[in-house]
């Protein structure tokens, strides 16, 4: 029973286009969710987040987007660039601890220069 | 900026060795965790720490074990190294008096099991 997906496992984009990487969730009790980016070999880095009170949450060329009656999530990285190249990580959380945290298998960006 | 240090970032073992991962924070986090990462399954939770001698399963405990004697510090103990148990390994701490649920990770541990 997976209950956050991310059903892309890879995406490719041309550098300086718009990047969107998709995140659905099945538990409607999530109500704090995040993104993580993985570069090989290293660990996850926080990237962003957003509480289930707002639809929108940006910092500097990334913005996500929530949309509580789809239980949808998106990252959209503005303008796309080579060093964003990784694996990203969609992650919810119901209330509690980061014991809760529920991680989705990652999706693959890559940017092509 | 918060450290999270794992202190093997490449191990070979043979199958029934004993391996140890250890694992140091340095901003004073109350929780600490294990995960395991493979490729197509994501971060899966091995086992958490909320304080000092305290452990909790995760979502895949079988063949782990735990040890946090310091504050600081929390070990993953392989008690019989299997090769299923190959993996990278990732550390991660949380300061809990934060609202919001971001984990911090460490770099990861590589481990290869033959």
């Known amino acids: 029973d997976q209950q956050v997906k991310q059903n892309s496992p890879s995406l490719s984009v041309q550098e300086g286009r718009i990047s969107i990487l998709n995140c659905d969730y099945t538990n409607s009790m999530f109500d704090y969710f995040l993104w993580y980016k993985k570069y090989p070999a290293e660990g996850p880095t926080f990237l962003i987040s957003i509480s289930s009170i707002k639809d929108k949450n940006e910092d500097g060329r990334f913005t996500v987007f929530l949309n509580k009656s789809a239980k949808h999530l998106s990252l959209h990285i503005v303008p796309s660039q080579p060093g964003d190249s990784a694996v990203y990580f969609c992650?919810?959380?119901?209330?509690?601890?980061?014991?809760?945290?529920?991680f989705g298998k990652g999706t693959k960006l890559t940017v092509n220069p | 900026d918060v450290k999270v240090t794992q202190s093997s970032r490449y191990l070979v073992k043979r199958t029934g060795e004993k391996v140890f991962l250890e694992c140091v924070q340095d901003?004073?986090?109350?929780?600490m965790f294990w995960y395991r990462q493979d490729p197509g399954l994501g971060l899966r939770l091995i086992y958490f720490?909320?304080?000092?001698?305290?452990?909790e399963k995760g979502d895949i405990p079988e063949g782990y074990s735990v040890s946090r004697e310091k504050k600081e510090r929390f070990s993953l103990i392989l008690e019989s190294a299997s090769t299923n148990q190959t993996s990278m390994y990732l550390c991660?701490?949380?300061?809990?008096?934060?609202?919001?649920?971001?984990?911090?990770f460490g770099e990861g541990s590589w481990l290869t099991v033959v």
């Open positions: 991660a701490s949380e300061d809990r008096r934060r609202t919001g649920n971001t984990i911090y």
């Open positions: 901003m004073d986090h109350e929780n």
């Open positions: 720490s909320y304080d000092v001698k305290m452990k």
């Open positions: 992650a919810a959380s119901a209330q509690g601890g980061s014991e809760k945290l529920v």
